[in-house]
C-alpha cells in the first residue's frame, strides 16, 4: 500500500452524493460530496468505508494458534455468535498480548449488505481495493472516542466499536462522555487506512477479482517496446529475404548478360541477348524460333482432348505457326487454348462453326 489514493463513503441510497478524500504523499490533498468521485491515476489505490451500524466488530482471543489457524477459526466463532443467518466474516490476526493468545479482529456483515455496497460502487465506476467499517478509524483506547467522516460516524472504547447512537451509547459506555476526533486526527487516519487498514473485508468471497493478465506500473511502456521490437523482427526477417533473393536475381541476370554477350556482344540487357539470340538460332533452323517448337506445343495440348483435329498448318515468319482446329465443342478447342497459353505460348484464335456444325478455331501459336 501507498499514501497516496482515494477514500471514498459508501452512500446510503442510490439517488445520495458520496464524500470523497484524495491523499497525495501522505496528505489528504483534496475533499468533496459528489454523486460520483473525481477521477483518479489507474495505480491509485480505492478505500471505500462502511457505516458503522452495519457490521459488528468483535477481538477474540484464539489460544495458542498460528496466524492462519486463528483467522480460520475465529471466522467460524463469528459467525456462531452472530445473530443471522447469512453472514460474511472478514478476520485479521492481530499477533499475541502479554497474558492471552492469538488475537484477531473480526467484523460480521450481512451478505446482502456488503454485496448492495459494491453494486452501488460500481455505479459510481468504483471498483474499491479496500473496504473497511468506519469504526475501525477511531484509535482503541481506555476512552471513549467519537468521531465523524463524512456522513458516517462512529465510537469507540478499546475494543468495543458501536455506531451513533445516544441511548446504546450511554449504556455500553457507561455514560462517559466520547472525545470527538479533530480534523487533522481525523485525516491522519484516512491516510493510514491506506497503507495499512486495520480490516479489508475484501476476502475470501468478496475478494477482488484480478484480472487473469494485468500489467503493474510501467509494464505497459515495456510491454508497448516489447511488441515494436517483435514487429520490426518479424519485418525485418522477410525484408532480408526480399533484398537476399533480389540481390541474387541481380547477380544472376548480370552473370547471364557476360554469357550471353560473347555470342551476341551488341547486347545491353538480357531481354535484348535474348532476342538476338533466338534471332541467331532461327538463322540456323534451331531455338524457340524454329516451326518444330510451337507445332509440338500445339500437338501436345491437343493431345489430352478427345475429338480435337489440325485440319491445315502452316509456318509463318518469326517462328509463328498458323494453323485451323476442329472438335465437336467449342469447349474443346478452349481447353486446348488454355493449356497452351498455361505452358508459355503466345496464342491469338479466332473461333467459328462449318457447315458440318463443328467448333472452329483459326489460331496462331508462338514459342515462349
Known amino acids: 500500500m501507498s499514501a497516496h489514493g482515494l477514500i471514498v463513503t459508501c452512500p446510503p441510497s442510490a439517488d445520495a452524493a458520496l464524500h470523497w478524500w484524495q491523499a497525495q504523499d501522505g496528505h489528504i490533498v483534496a475533499r468533496g460530496q459528489d454523486f460520483s468521485p473525481p477521477a483518479i491515476a489507474a495505480d491509485a489505490p480505492v478505500t471505500a468505508l462502511i457505516p458503522a451500524a452495519d457490521t459488528v466488530i468483535r477481538t477474540l482471543d484464539m489460544g495458542d494458534m498460528t496466524a492462519a489457524q486463528a483467522e480460520a477459526a475465529?471466522?467460524?466463532?463469528?459467525?456462531?455468535?452472530?445473530?443471522?443467518?447469512?453472514?460474511?466474516?472478514?478476520?485479521?490476526?492481530?499477533?499475541?498480548?502479554?497474558?492471552?493468545?492469538?488475537?484477531?479482529?473480526?467484523?460480521?456483515?450481512?451478505?446482502?449488505?456488503?454485496?448492495?455496497h459494491?453494486?452501488?460502487l460500481a455505479l459510481r465506476g468504483l471498483d474499491p481495493d479496500i473496504i473497511v467499517p468506519v469504526g475501525l478509524l477511531l484509535p482503541a483506547s481506555d476512552d471513549a472516542i467519537s468521531a465523524t467522516f463524512g456522513d458516517l460516524a462512529a465510537d469507540r472504547l478499546?475494543?468495543?466499536?458501536?455506531?451513533?447512537?445516544?441511548?446504546?451509547?450511554?449504556?455500553?459506555?457507561?455514560?462517559?462522555?466520547?472525545?470527538?476526533?479533530?480534523?487533522?486526527?481525523?485525516?491522519?487516519?484516512?491516510?493510514?487506512?491506506?497503507?495499512?487498514?486495520?480490516?479489508?473485508?475484501?476476502?475470501?468471497?468478496?475478494?477482488?477479482?484480478?484480472?487473469l493478465f494485468a500489467l503493474g506500473p510501467g509494464q505497459g511502456r515495456t510491454l508497448a517496446w516489447l511488441l515494436g521490437a517483435v514487429l520490426l523482427v518479424s519485418l525485418a526477417i522477410p525484408l532480408t529475404e526480399i533484398a537476399k533473393n533480389y540481390l541474387g536475381a541481380d547477380l544472376a541476370e548480370r552473370r547471364a548478360l557476360a554469357s550471353a554477350q560473347r555470342l551476341v556482344p551488341g547486347a545491353v540487357d538480357v531481354t535484348q541477348a535474348e532476342q538476338q539470340i533466338d534471332a541467331q538460332l532461327a538463322a540456323r533452323g534451331a531455338g524457340n524460333m524454329v516451326a518444330s517448337v510451337p507445332l509440338a506445343g500445339l500437338l501436345s495440348a491437343m493431345q489430352p482432348v478427345p475429338g480435337v483435329v489440325i485440319r491445315q498448318a502452316d509456318y509463318r515468319p518469326g517462328g509463328i505457326i498458323g494453323a485451323m482446329i476442329a472438335a465437336p465443342r467449342v469447349e474443346d478447342l478452349n481447353t486446348v487454348l488454355i493449356a497452351l497459353q498455361n505452358n508459355g505460348y503466345k496464342v491469338t484464335a479466332a473461333n467459328r462453326s462449318d457447315a458440318t456444325g463443328q467448333a472452329v478455331a483459326d489460331i496462331t501459336v508462338l514459342a515462349p
Open 158 to 211: 478499546g475494543d468495543l466499536v458501536l455506531p451513533p447512537d445516544e441511548t446504546l451509547s450511554s449504556l455500553l459506555l457507561g455514560g462517559s462522555t466520547a472525545r470527538q476526533l479533530d480534523q487533522d486526527a481525523r485525516d491522519g487516519a484516512l491516510v493510514a487506512v491506506l497503507t495499512d487498514p486495520p480490516l479489508n473485508l475484501r476476502q475470501g468471497d468478496f475478494a477482488r477479482r484480478t484480472p
Open 74 to 116: 475465529a471466522r467460524y466463532r463469528a459467525a456462531d455468535l452472530s445473530i443471522g443467518g447469512d453472514v460474511f466474516v472478514a478476520v485479521r490476526a492481530l499477533g499475541k498480548a502479554e497474558g492471552s493468545g492469538m488475537r484477531v479482529l473480526c467484523a460480521t456483515i450481512s451478505r446482502a449488505t456488503l454485496a448492495d
Open 118 to 120: 459494491l453494486a452501488e
